[in-house]
């Protein structure tokens, strides 16, 4: 069992920037990849970015050269750094890890998730 923890949402405006953290209970190097998601009221929860297999790192179009994801090995923690926001990131943000626990046992875990809302 892996929980995920999320903290650093909030209320900013348009243009401004928010630190997203996800505290995980395991190591994340156990991890077969660990990242963040969104889902807007009304839309399907969709990938924003996450490391696959360690270094590997997958951003969707719409938040590339804004969002940077990284990672604290020590803290076991995982990063969403967001710049330049738009009001069209306003969602609420998921932690999601993957674990592999044999060839045919993967795992999927979740985050509570935390609000995110750009509004002037």
């Known amino acids: 069992q892996v929980q995920l923890v999320e903290s650093g949402g909030g209320l900013v405006q348009p243009g401004g920037s928010l630190r997203l953290s996800c505290a995980a209970s395991?190591?994340?190097?156990?991890?077969?990849?660990m990242g963040w998601y969104r889902q807007a009221p009304g839309k399907e929860r969709e990938l924003v970015a996450s490391?696959?297999?360690?270094?590997?790192?997958n951003y969707a179009d719409s938040v590339k050269g804004r969002f940077t994801i990284s990672r604290d090995n020590d803290k076991n923690t995982v990063y969403l750094q967001m710049n330049s926001l738009e009001p069209e990131d306003t969602a609420v943000y998921y932690c999601k890890a993957e674990k592999l626990y044999s060839s045919y046992d993967v795992r999927i875990y979740w985050g509570k998730g935390t609000q995110v809302t750009v509004s002037s």
């Open positions: 395991a190591s994340i190097f156990s991890l077969n990849a």
């Open positions: 490391f696959i297999r360690g270094s590997t790192t």
